[in-house]
């Protein structure tokens, strides 16, 4: 492979789930320089990797060893799109792994995508309605029952929004947050120019004419294993669309007030998101 791995060209795509970042990675696939796609494998990988080498025969295994097996695994993983100049890796968890990943790729880029919590529940609800026939695997039998079983599933801390929206908290009060740059999900839909003009800016790239009435990327395959078709759908055009919650009004309650990124004060994270 060459050296693409060495300059500050892969980036990462993060956040909260139901908040826009496949549609962010359709959009960005549209430019010919970038490769960008929905959740890979990596970070899970990156994970166990890094927990191996701290067990038996970690004393044979040195800093410099770790390094390279590490960076050999994003080598090796994007090997077949060497022929793309910038690479983005997408998973939410990449939040809660700044410190070792900023250490192999300190001039990387981790952008969030995020969105009101409230929101995000009623997006997983619409879909788990829609499929009304074929049980989700993004829940026990006994977290099926009701929508309040649901959510309360959904946010729990090792679960689909708890978990990731743990890990976003640790990003953005951390001390490796000024590498990120936290977009919300309305403002992406409501002003996708600017909003991808920022992003460009953000990463230090020459700008791109995004065609915002025709993005293209579907996983079928992906949601289909999850029970749960339409997970990873994006629409063709980027729109914001009113609507009605699903939710009981004290369940919307609850999870509208967990967007903490509302009061960036103590955070050096970059934001963007509509004006106040």
């Given at each position: 492979m060459n050296d693409i791995m060495t300059s500050p060209?892969?980036?990462f795509?993060?956040?909260?789930?139901?908040?826009?970042?496949?549609?962010?990675a359709g959009l960005l696939r549209?430019?010919?320089?970038?490769?960008?796609?929905?959740?890979?494998?990596?970070?899970?990988?990156?994970?166990?990797?890094?927990?191996?080498?701290?067990?038996?025969?970690?004393?044979?295994?040195?800093?410099?060893?770790?390094?390279?097996?590490?960076?050999?695994?994003?080598?090796?993983?994007?090997?077949?799109?060497?022929?793309?100049?910038?690479?983005?890796?997408t998973n939410r968890?990449?939040?809660?792994?700044l410190p070792p990943l900023l250490q192999l790729y300190p001039g990387a880029k981790v952008i969030c995508m995020v969105r009101n919590v409230a929101w995000i529940m009623d997006s997983i609800e619409r879909l788990v309605r829609?499929?009304?026939?074929?049980?989700?695997?993004?829940?026990?039998?006994?977290?099926?029952?009701?929508?309040?079983?649901?959510?309360?599933?959904?946010?729990?801390?090792?679960?689909?929004?708890?978990?990731?929206?743990?890990?976003?908290?640790?990003?953005?009060?951390g001390d490796q947050a000024n590498n990120l740059l936290v977009v919300e999900y309305e403002y992406l839909t409501r002003a996708p120019q600017k909003t991808m003009q920022l992003i460009y800016g953000f990463l230090g790239e020459d700008a791109f004419e995004h065609d915002f009435d025709n993005v293209e990327y579907d996983e079928p395959e992906f949601d289909q294993a999850l029970a749960t078709p339409g997970l990873h759908t994006v629409g063709r055009k980027v729109r914001f669309e009113e609507r009605r919650?699903?939710?009981?009004?004290?369940?919307?309650?609850?999870?509208?007030?967990?967007?903490?990124?509302?009061?960036?004060?103590?955070?050096?994270?970059n934001l963007i998101r509509p004006a106040a």
């Open positions: 060209t892969l980036h795509i993060s956040g909260l789930p139901r908040s826009g970042s496949t549609l962010l549209q430019n010919p320089r970038f490769h960008a796609r929905m959740s890979s494998p990596v970070c899970g990988l990156f994970t166990s990797l890094i927990a191996s080498m701290g067990g038996e025969g970690s004393m044979f295994i040195t800093p410099a060893q770790r390094e390279r097996i590490l960076r050999g695994l994003f080598e090796n993983y994007f090997s077949e799109f060497s022929d793309k100049p910038v690479l983005f890796d968890m990449w939040c809660a792994k829609r499929n009304a026939f074929e049980p989700s695997k993004l829940f026990g039998d006994g977290e099926r029952a009701t929508v309040y079983s649901r959510c309360d599933a959904l946010g729990s801390r090792d679960r689909l929004v708890g978990m990731s929206w743990t890990a976003m908290k640790e990003a953005f009060y919650t699903l939710l009981p009004p004290d369940l919307f309650e609850r999870f509208d007030k967990l967007s903490f990124w509302n009061d960036p004060a103590p955070s050096l994270a």
